[in-house]
């Protein structure tokens, strides 16, 4: 990541814009992002894991991250 990517995920967080390969868990070890679909992909920039679903191939928010982007919204068009 060069100097002006480094600024902006300083500013505004990471775009998780580079992945690994979708990884999936058996057993009773899961990461939290795969409790949802057992499947889970890694950002490369900067390590944070997030739930993948193989059947649409698109990583999936957790309900409760969905929750609280709609109550966001909800409380600015309120305001």
Request: aromatic residues 10%.
């Amino acid at each position: 990541v060069g100097m002006f990517g480094r600024i902006l995920d300083t500013l505004f967080g990471c775009w998780h814009q580079h992945y690994s390969f979708p990884i999936t868990v058996r057993g009773s070890q899961r990461s939290p992002a795969a409790a949802s679909t057992g499947t889970y992909v890694v950002c490369l920039d900067c390590g944070k894991e997030l739930a993948y679903d193989w059947k649409t191939m698109k990583i999936v928010q957790a309900p409760e991250a969905s929750h609280a982007a709609v109550h966001a919204l909800a409380t600015k068009e309120a305001a």
